[in-house]
């Protein structure tokens, strides 16, 4: 518990908690914008399917922009050799290693999905206050808990690339890798585009929502491989 407060102390400094205000901020303001606040109530009376629909469609866009980005920048940036620093607090032993980077790993993990559930809370909280035509729909719920499992794997992957790479610059090669990934999905269904989402999973979409294109099972797989990826090259590698 004691790691774990320490991870939190020095994970949520000023720039991360005003980054992370930021883009809580502009996910409102946009959530808010896609429930169409300014039409008048006719248009959203005749036009309420439409409008759920674009309000999703939009909102969804949104989130993967600003979360999977947002995701793993923090991620990221948590094992730059700044920010990493206070390691040196408890690594005097080797055996220390261990607790080290699983508590952490555990906690960068627990964040996104906290990233993941703010950003579910705002859809719904401004959907339900705002739109007269809003419902609850278990496939959007579902839709925002696949997207925190890619953010929370490509923000893992984030963590090892800067780690062997040691620059912050590096923590946003994550977010590129799953933009390619969105862009070659959408060309067309090639085996090529196959073999991609293998490493680098996006969403589908599909008629009632969207899915991932081997299951969750995929990812969480993807999930545990890159943890223990981080915690080989931790206990292994050069801290100095």
Known sequence: MSLLKLHFRYLFGKRNILLLSVVLLLTGIGFFLSARPFSSPTEHLV????YFHNYFSNCLLLTKILQLLLVSFVMGM???PQSDSYNILYLSYKRMRLPFILSKLILLTIVGVSIGFLF???YFAIGFLSASWFVFKISHLEAFVLLSLISIYYGLMSCVLVFL???PLVSVIAYIMYLASEFFRSLDASRFNNAVQVLFPSLVATPDGVKLPYGALHVL?????FSFLGSYLYLHFDLS
């Open 165 to 167: 790479l040691k620059s």
């Open 47 to 50: 036009n309420n399917k439409a």
């Open 120 to 122: 579910s809370f705002l």
């Open 78 to 80: 948590s094992f730059t």
């Open 221 to 225: 797989v993807l999930i545990g491989f």
